[in-house]
Structures are given as C-alpha cells and as structure tokens.
C-alpha cells in the first residue's frame, strides 16, 4: 500500500486545521487600538497553536519520509491524530476567550495530551512494519522528548486549576522544545547516505 | 485518464468536509463545566461524522488504489458521493443541536443513506470499467457489508420516529462494523503478490 | 515548466470552494419540518452550484489532461479563473436567501459569465502555448458548447428582471447541457492511441 | 529531504487562505443595490488581498521549482511564511469593514511587510543551501523588485496616518509591480535549457 495518499490527506488535514483557527480571530468591531486589545489573547493562543500544528507537520513529514509501508492500521492511527488535532482549532478558541480561567486552560492541555498520545500511536504502529532495524526505529532512538512532552501535559493539568499561566506557559514550553531543531531523522539519514558511499 | 487527480480533489474534498464539521463545535460562553456541557451532545455527533467520513476516506483510498483506469462517468459518480458527504457537515450540525428528536436523527440517517448509495454507483461505474476478472471485483466479492449496511440505515428510518436513540443507535453500530478491520482488499493484495512470486 | 503544482493548486482551491459553500446551509432553528422548509431555496441553490462547480472541475482535468507545458500567463489565466469561482460562493449564499429577487438571480448570472469568460481567456492561453495541432486544439474544435453557455448566460441577464426563474432556469439549462457526457476529449484520446497502435 | 510535500502543504495552506477570503464577503440582508453597496470596500480589498496571495503563490511556485534540496529549516521558513498570509485573512476583513481608518490600513501594511520578510527569510534559506552558483541564485539577482517593496511597504506606515487611501494606493502598486509578468526565473531557465543544447 503506498503511503502517497496518506501523506496528502494528512497535509489537506493539518493545512485546513492549521488555517481555520484563524477564523476565531473575529473581525474588531471599532477602528482603533481599543478594538484590537480583546483580540491580542486570542492571537497569542492562535500563534501557540499555529506553532504546535506546525510542529506536528514537520515531525509527520520526517516520520513518513523514512517510512517505507503502510497498512490500514496505520492509516486509522493516523485518522485518530487528526482527529485530535482538529479539536485545538475548538480549544484554541475557547482559550482564547477566556486566556486567564483554569477549565479552558486545562481542556487546552487534555486536548494536547491526547494528540501526543495519538502520535505515539501512529509511531508505534509503523515501527511494528518498519521493524526494529528500520531507519525510523534508529531516528527514535528511546524518543525523550516525545515522553517529556506527555510528562509535561500531565503535570500541567493540576496545575492550570492553581494558575491558568502556569499551564500555558508549559504548553509554550513544550512547542519550544520542539522547535529547537530536531535532526535526528536529518541527522541519520546524512549518516546513512555517507555510509552507503 | 490517469487516477492522480481524482484522488487528490477527493483526498482535498474529504479533508475539508472532516475538518470543517469542528467549526459546527462552537466555542462556549462561559469557562466553567456548565458551559461545556451543551456541547456534550454536539461532540458525540461530531465524533460519530468524523468516524464515519473517516471510513469513506480509507474505503476510498483502498478502492482507487486497486482501480487502474477511470472515466468521465466515475468522475461525475465520485463527485455525486461527494455531495451527500458534503451534506454530512450540515445533518451533523442540527442533530448535535437536537440529538433527542425524530426528524434531525431522521434526516442524518438519509443523508448516510443517499452517501451509500452513491459509493454503491461509484463502485459499479468502477467494475463495469475494470471488468469482473479485476482486482477490485475479487477484492469486493458480493460486498455483504455493503448491502447490510444500506439495509441498517433503511431500518433506521422509521425507529427514529420512536425514539431518535434508537436509530443513532443504529447509525454508531454501522460505524463500528465498518472500523473492524476490513481487511479484503489488503489480504487479496497479499494473496496475489504470493501467487505471482 | 511543470503543470503539477497547477494542478494540485487548483484541486485544493475548487475542493475548498465546492464544500465551503455547504457552510451556507444554517442550521435550522427548529426539529421540524417547517424550520427545514426555509433552507430549501438554499438546498437548491447549492444544488446548482455544485453542479457548476463540478462542471468545471471535470473539465479543468480534461483540459490540463492534453496539456503539456505551461508558463506564468497561464498561472494567471487560472487564478483569474479561480477568483470569479470564488465569488460563486457569495453569490450563492445571497440568491439562497432571495431566491426570487430579480437582482441576486441577475448577479449570480453575472459571476456565472464572469468565470466562463476566464475559461476562455484560460483556453486560449493554453492553446496558444500549445498550437493549433495539438491534441488540445482538435478536441475543442470550435467550442460550441462554450459559445452557447456564453450567449445564454448573456440572455438571462435582462430576462432575469422579467422574472428571476426564467435566469434559474437559464442557468440550470447550461449546468444540464454540460453535464450530458463531453466526450470530445476522451474520444479524441482514444482514437489518437488508437491511431498509434 | 524531498520538496514534494513542502510544495503540497504550501498549496494547501494558500489554496484555503485565499478561499476563505471570500467568507468575509457576508452576504446582504437586502436583494438590491442598496444592500450591496456597503458590501463594496470589502469586495476591493478581497480582490487586492486575493491578487496579492496569488502573487505568492506564483513565486512560491517558481522559486521551489528551481529549488533542488530542502531541510528542516526551509520548513520552518516556510510556515512562518505561511503564518503572515494566514493574518491577511484577518486584516482583509478589518480593513474591508474600516476602509478609511488609519489604523486597518496601517496594520493590513505591516502584515504585508511581515509577510514579505518572512519571503525573503525563506529566499535567503534556501539560497544558502542551494549555493551562489545555483540557479536559483542567478534568478534572483540583486532582488530589486523584493527590496523595493519592503521600502514600500514601510513608507505606507506613516502615510497610513496621513490618508489610509495613500498607504491603500501603496499597496495596490505593489501588487500590479508584481503583477507586470515577472519572467526572471522562467528566462532565466529558456537561456540555460538553450545553453546546455
């Protein structure tokens, strides 16, 4: 089965989910700075997510570059990602409206959570085809920071209850984290290619 | 006429309906439990579209994959499901809102069906084209699940007139049938690269 | 050149303009038949304008078929194409509301001109590109039915103040003619690989 | 690292950003040209905004198509890209609704200006991986155009102030700069394909 499909379905996916958050961004009612205060919250938590989604298509991408098969497995944990994902979209703007009050902020932080899971799913489902040999299994490594961030979520959920700044300055943590370049996969291929030399 | 391009608006089209359906999710008014609440049943019928547009998309995927050649006809038979997909995003919007009555729960179940119906054509358009000696026409075989599924959604029709449960009972349990693992497509797959080894 | 990337642009832009307009269908205040009844002008309305949507994209995959290069003028041609596409939405947003106000019916036949004119101008964009014996040149021929839609387009404008659903009527006229099967392309495909044999 | 996918998720994220345009474009509560005047200031700037997102598009396009290589930091260049075009969305329709307030049009400025850093942080990215001597390079040339409408952009800014139809006017020169077929890339590859015969 070849992963062509699954790769643009999953971009059509996060590239809607990624854009429509935008649409929480609800046209002020005034002309002046006064009308765009209420907005700013709403944006920050837009450019939050804006950055997580953005980091779970470069990882998708690196994932599936190194990935040689698919099954119908595969394609369902991979449904099931997305689906969590399209639940930040919903909770970013929830957020957004109340950036200050611990249920949104810990719903923001289940919804997170719940995709990191996902993600370990759909990793774990493929690395049962690839194999541990495979290039996606030696680009893993024991994956730190993928358990780091579902560490980080968990304790982030107690937390939002005693201050919703707290929480959220954990999720910005995380997708820093992630940002700082991560070039395993890069990393090993670059190796690989200079060893078949 | 190569397949590429029938693939990737489906693959364009699917992507939006499953994501623009989170839109229907709006966000709340308060921040505390209360408000969440009313979105509870808005949630469910959300969950359920998306599992169900989730299996068009990879019985799409598994269907074109072993479809060689296609025509004018399969493309207006592909856009014709299409439309009773894209149909899907507004019944799942009014029955969230009103999850205990007939008509709405009524009104989803025909929408599923008519969409059945027209992968059901889409199908045949397919085999006339492939030819009772193809792939697809061993991989199908006399498409059980099909026909029980159709016919489910018929029994449906009248049961949501006695209790809306009753056939959103009916509509979850055609779900879960088609998420068990359909697996023939795969395994016919498998059988012939044995045999032609 | 490569017309890949116009393609898959183009796919994404009509995928998206062809579901968003389903946003256009409310959800009804109501469980009843009478809170569904209002959406009903809309219902087709969308109806119509899927078709037409459809229409173009089936044919945007026969044309760009027999295409071999490109360059920035077709670009140009197609996003201006694109553009009046877009405002299809709008309209049919507003004649779903009006549905017989002689204005929107009149407007909407506007856009309809509009995007067919595009087509044209994107036709011979390519056909100059192209040249007069290239498999494109023979299979348009000498494009009645683009002719006709243009001229019936232009005579629904004044009717469409006389009484808007003569124009609908108009309009749903050219949707059907296109939609009885133009073979012109596929046919001229067969007898050319036919002749090649 | 293969650029498929880059160029996939581009097309997508512009393909919605460009639609969803359109969505602000509401539609009137009246059925004649009363009630579609208002509607004008948000039709001009959808139409600046539209021809805008398609100019990024096209070198989008054009710049990758000479771009052999890519890694994760063009990704990241390319979504902060992305980002700024997704904020288009949102000034389209503040400046639409607020046509000669100073401060939409101010910010609608900086929002192109961002965007159009952001285009050259991803030139510049590519170019160093890509090397002085690539065609990409050669293409680009001293960027006269680019340089020029950064300076643009930012002499809006104040101008904004002054009349928002000056900093307006601005904006739409930029675009028909742009506009004026841009055919650095496209002769750039004729002379070398004519070179290499």
Known sequence: MSKGRLEAFSDGVIAILITI???ELK??????WAALRPILPTFLTYVLSFVVIGIYWTNHHHMLHVTERINGKI???N???LFWLSLVTF???WLGENISAPLPAAVYGIVLL???LAWKILQNAILALEGPESKLAAAIGDDVKGNVSLMLYIAALPLAFVRA????AIYAAVAL???VPDRRIERHEKHSSVRSR
Do not use: K, Q, R, Y
């Open 91 to 93: 909770v970013t703007g």
């Open 27 to 32: 046209v002020p009612s005034g002309s002046d």
């Open 114 to 116: 719940l995709a990191a």
């Open 79 to 81: 449904l099931h990602l």
């Open 165 to 168: 700044w707290i929480a959220e």
């Open 177 to 179: 984290m992630w940002l």
């Open 21 to 23: 958050m935008v649409l």
């Open 75 to 77: 394609l369902w944990a």
